[in-house]
């Protein structure tokens, strides 16, 4: 038991003692330590407001009629026939009160 008691006591005294040296601390200052912040690039976008040259109005139609969806055609059509039956539907009652 004396033999245990002296290594638990060695064992002990080895932690303390390397517990009991501690790194020296060294003090920065907060001007160091604080970053410093820049705002990011960024870019500003303008959409052209050139026209193509040699490209007409009727060509440019064209051309944007290609890139419609099918279903942005179809929502176009049945806007349309609405307004021909709203004109037809006026010239009636004109017709009428006349």
């Known amino acids: 038991t004396t033999k245990l008691i002296t290594k638990v006591v ?3 005294s080895e932690i303390v003692s390397a517990a009991v040296v501690a790194p ?3 003090i920065v200052s907060a001007a160091a330590v604080v970053p410093t912040v820049t705002a ?4 500003v976008i303008v959409p052209s407001t050139r026209r193509r040259k040699g490209i007409e109005e009727e060509a ?5 009629s290609i890139n419609e969806t099918p279903v942005y055609k ?3 059509r049945r806007k349309r026939n609405q307004e021909v039956k709203d004109v037809e539907e ?3 009652h004109l017709e009428i009160v006349l």
């Open 90 to 92: 006026i010239k009636e």
């Open 40 to 43: 990011a690039p960024f870019k």
């Open 24 to 26: 020296t601390v060294t």
């Open 10 to 12: 060695v064992a002990v």
């Open 60 to 64: 440019n139609r064209a051309i944007e």
């Open 74 to 76: 179809a929502a176009k």
